[in-house]
């Protein structure tokens, strides 16, 4: 699912963008000003300022374009990206869907406590999801351990079947054994 701007969250962008590029302006034109005063001119030279030459306004220009380009970078790298909101929200659709597998395994979906398992280890699954994308991998093991321990507790007790639980299994052992830290959340 592509995340498409809207017409707000252009108009914001633009607004940034012009506001990085006047903001570049500026920061060009106060360096050419320390220059000047920090110079050593002349007695001659500070009455008439030298006219700069052709070479000095190039490089000025292309000091001014780096310095440009530069708070531009800066401001894209500073907001978040577009791409970042479409990961967690596949992240989030994923553990909605580890939720139903488990919901659908309950044998007693309607008791406390079986709600309350299923949403301690849809919890752990998101915490060591998360510590996988941060490449902790220490937690990301302690979480899933957790979550893999109270799985088989509530199947223990006849919360949960786990037959029917077979992905949230399978998501649990590849969390357990996986090093890379980009784990999708298709168990399959």
């Known amino acids: ?3 498409r701007d809207t017409p707000q969250e252009s108009g914001e962008s633009r607004r940034t963008l012009l506001q990085a590029a006047a903001l570049g302006d500026e920061i060009a034109q106060q360096m050419l000003k320390l220059e000047y005063q920090t110079k050593d001119y002349s007695p001659v030279e500070r009455v008439n300022p030298p ?3 052709e070479f000095e306004a190039h490089v000025d220009g292309i000091i001014a374009k780096i310095l440009l380009t530069s708070v531009v970078m800066m401001v894209l790298l500073v907001c978040p990206p577009h791409a970042m909101g479409e990961v967690s929200s596949a992240r989030e659709e994923g553990l909605h869907d580890m939720e ?3 919901k659908q395994a309950a044998i ?3 008791s406390d406590q079986t709600q309350r398992d299923v949403h301690d280890i849809t919890f752990l699954l998101e915490q060591s999801l998360k510590s996988a ?3 902790d991998h220490t937690r990301r093991k302690e979480y899933a351990k957790e979550a893999l321990r109270l799985l088989r507790h509530s199947a223990a007790q006849g919360s949960l079947n786990l037959d029917k639980a077979t992905p949230v299994l399978t998501l649990l052992n590849r969390l357990l054994r996986d090093r890379s830290g980009s784990l999708s959340l298709t168990p399959y």
């Open 1 to 3: 699912m592509k995340h």
């Open 51 to 53: 006219i700069m030459n």
């Open 100 to 102: 139903n597998v488990l």
């Open 108 to 110: 007693e979906p309607q």
């Open 133 to 135: 994308d941060k490449a």
